[in-house]
């Protein structure tokens, strides 16, 4: 059951193999890395990865490449907290949870991997691996705008979200003149088949299985 405090349980796991070493299935490899596990190459940069998020940088893998982000700063913060707490109830009627440090799967690249600003997924939502879900058992994505990476925000990731199959996804833009979400859903072949952009004040309507109204101004304010 989905708390007031986003959460990934924690999992006792096999230590990876030294690069170099033995790459057959251990339980730390999820089933989404085959009967043979990673490649030398992709358990290089797993580790490294692993290293990353074990001393707390916020890193994914983009295309083949560990790509490090700044930390979150409090504005970006709020508006993660401020969506949440619309879709707090509902979410906790439904037995949903909440994660804040948990990826997503992008094919076709096996460690592929976004980690949202927000990710809604039941509690028995299939798993690629421990560190990310397969984005087709997910519920919602959002992602809050940085002025550094606007773009990305607004045309790559949806693009590889909906690769993913992810079938949501919420976009606030603190950076739009005036002020925006866009809601985008219904993925196929790649891309999201329907969008819809409202501004700061107006309200928006999730898709189920949500169904529920989120208020902009309350978002924003």
Known sequence: MATGTTRRKTRRRAAAPEPGGDCRPSPAWGPGWGRSGPTQTELKREQLWQTLIGEGWRAEIIRGRVVVSPWTKRRHAQLVHRVQMQLFEFALDKGWEFY????????PHRGDKRLPDLLVAPPDSPEFDENQAYGHGTLLVVEITSSDNRTDDLQVKPAEYARAGVPIMLIVDD?????????LSDPRD?????MAKVDEGEQVKLPEPFGVVLD?????R
């Open 100 to 107: 804040q440090t948990w990826a997503v799967h992008i094919p």
């Open 175 to 183: 950076f739009s003149a005036p002020r925006s979400v866009t809601l």
């Open 190 to 194: 790649g891309e999201y088949r329907s």
């Open 216 to 220: 902009t101004g309350l978002i924003f």
